[in-house]
């Protein structure tokens, strides 16, 4: 259960959200200077990588502590935006108006909120193996 819980918040990470974002209403959107678009890149690619290191350390090293905290940074620091956005001016919503949304709640705080807890709840329930000194 665990191993599908972190593979599921990292394909909402390092899969879904490249693959809403790479088109004209993020990444090649015209109203965005070059200095943001280079951000947003850099942000894709480094959640996508931290994804596939934390695939890895799930599925061939066993190893689930670390994949889970690397998740809930990229989970929380979403999360954390999404609380603040009014604090620096951002916002969900395309310059149109519209958002994407699920049961009338954003998709992004949706998706994060529900990986965040079921990760909290993975990284409160892992036992520690004993240390063989």
Not at 18 to 42: G, K, M, Q, S, Y
Not at 56 to 82: D, H, M, N
Request: with cysteine; aromatic share 12%; charged share 15%.
């Amino acid at each position: 259960m665990k191993k599908s819980i972190i593979t599921f918040s990292i394909i909402l990470y390092a899969i879904a959200v490249p693959f809403l974002e790479i088109n004209a209403t993020h990444v090649f959107n015209p109203d965005w200077t070059p200095h943001v678009r280079i951000h947003e890149v850099w942000q894709l690619i480094t959640n996508t990588s931290i994804g596939v290191l934390c695939l890895w350390l799930v599925w061939v090293k066993k190893e689930t502590k670390i994949s889970v905290i690397l998740s809930l940074l990229i989970t929380g620091g979403f999360l954390l935006a999404y609380i603040l956005q009014d604090f620096y001016g951002g916002s969900m919503k395309y310059l149109d108006g519209s958002e994407k949304t699920l049961l009338g709640i954003n998709i992004g705080g949706l998706g994060f909120g529900i990986a965040f807890i079921l990760l909290l709840l993975t990284l409160t329930t892992t036992k520690q193996k004993p240390k063989i000194n």
